[in-house]
């Protein structure tokens, strides 16, 4: 079955730049989708179809992908991007599924 | 403006059915491209994507769930309910509907609800 994998955790260094990978299959034929998720808060979009950001997303959230992998990039990380990340996709049957998420450290 | 508002039980018995309902607004799920989608996530573990209606009304359902779970529709409240059937402690969760929109190669959930928080238990 299509599986999406992440790191469980990640951590930088207030101001520097961090990337947060996403490997599956399905990336290779369909647009990774990243959302930023605080403690007790409902998920936010932060990037789609690989490196689109929303209206009101900082610049400082970028997105690439190459074969099987996606990369959410954060460059400048400010404290408040502290939370948990997950990445998205959908297959050829049309059912989504989630990465098990990044956590998200800044030190 | 979008907003997406869930509701239903917060508690509901084992083998029991559970409803929830999504009343959105600020769009129209006639829309092509336009979708509701369903999400849950058990406290400390990570996004469940569970099922998502289209414009179109097709319905896409998490195949490890898929015999428990029913989308409809009622276009003139503009709601989407969920059903999902006999429940087990382990469905214990918040759930969160979102606006989907849908492109070619591309999904994206731009819009959630604040989630509705459901305890399975007898």
């Known amino acids: 079955s299509s599986e999406l994998t992440q790191d469980p955790t990640v951590s930088v260094a207030l101001g520097q730049t961090v990337s947060i990978t996403c490997q599956g299959d399905t990336l290779r034929g369909y647009f990774a989708t990243w959302y930023q998720q ?10 789609h179809a690989t490196n689109k950001r929303p209206s009101g997303i900082p610049d400082r959230f970028s997105g690439s992908s190459s074969g099987d992998t996606a990369t959410l990039t954060i460059t400048g990380t400010q404290a408040e991007d502290e939370a948990e990340y997950y990445c998205n996709s959908r297959d050829s049957r049309g059912y989504h599924l989630f990465g098990g998420g990044t956590k998200l450290t800044v030190l | 403006q979008v907003t997406l508002r869930e509701s239903g039980p917060a508690l509901v018995k084992p083998t029991q059915t559970l409803t929830l309902t999504c009343a959105f607004s600020g769009f129209s799920l006639s ?92």
Do not use: H
């Open chain 2, 31 to 122: 829309r092509t491209g336009m979708c509701v989608t369903w999400v849950r996530q058990s406290s400390g573990k990570a996004l469940e994507w569970l099922a998502l209606l289209d414009w179109d009304d097709v319905k896409y359902y998490n195949p490890s769930l898929k015999t428990r779970l029913a989308l409809s529709k009622d276009t003139s409240k503009s709601q989407v309910v969920l059903t999902m059937t006999n429940v087990d402690p382990s469905d214990t969760a918040t759930y969160y509907c979102a606006r989907a929109q849908w492109f070619r190669l591309d999904t994206f959930f731009d819009s959630w609800g604040q989630g509705a928080l459901v305890t399975v238990s007898s």
């Open chain 1, 38 to 47: 605080r403690p007790g808060q409902a998920p936010v979009l932060v990037i």
